[in-house]
């Protein structure tokens, strides 16, 4: 039977959920976490040697919330650590969290096999289905935005904003740019 942690039983016990756990929880239930599982499992390495590897799922939920808040590797590393709601997110627990060797390892995975633009794509077609759509761009913190709809000589306007920063060789990213997490409506 495994323990919980005194952070858990805290974490577990609050009233009040902060934003970012809200954030989160709706994230798991619009992403179609499966279907992006059947397409990055035929290339996951199956641990025959070395040490086994993280489970596929906790390593695209660890790589979905570095996008999100767009953390460095080390960063991801840092906030797992530290942050409850995250480590709730991808299932982990105190005992064994992917350090940030292992999280750059996964987002060059995941850039050699092209696999990042299928994600991509593939996460938003599932949120255009759900009338939300996942943008490029850069953020400041990951929330949802419901905005009205906006005349079509708007719509046409608004371009799709990309990353100010220049890439650095050990941050992979979804379709090789920063992801705005950021959700509005689409037509």
């Known amino acids: 039977m495994d323990q919980i942690t005194f952070s858990e039983a805290e974490y577990h016990n609050k009233k009040h959920q902060i934003r970012r756990a809200v954030f989160l929880e709706r994230m798991d239930k619009l992403i179609p976490w499966k279907q992006l599982e059947k397409k990055v499992a035929r290339y996951y390495p199956k641990g025959q040697l070395g040490r ?13 919330m570095q996008l999100f808040y767009n953390l460095s590797d080390p960063a ?3 906030a797992l650590y530290e942050i409850e709601s995250m480590r709730y997110f991808a299932g982990l627990k105190l005992d064994r969290l992917p350090d940030e060797t292992t999280i750059l390892k996964f987002g060059h995975f995941l850039g ?21 759509m996942l943008r490029e761009g850069s953020i400041v913190d990951a929330s949802i935005i419901f905005l009205p709809q906006a005349p079509p000589r708007m719509r046409a306007a608004s371009a799709i904003r990309k990353c100010t920063r220049p890439e650095k060789t050990n941050s992979i990213t979804l ?3 920063c992801i705005l997490a950021s959700m509005t409506r689409s037509d």
Do not use: D, Q
Request: hydrophobic share 35%; glycine share 10%; aromatic share 8%.
């Open 52 to 64: 086994p590897p993280y489970p596929l799922p906790t390593m695209l939920w660890v790589h979905c």
């Open 112 to 132: 050699r096999h092209g696999l990042g633009k299928v994600l991509f794509k593939e996460v938003n077609k599932h949120m255009e289905k759900n009338g939300l």
């Open 175 to 177: 379709a090789g740019r």
């Open 76 to 78: 991801m590393e840092n």
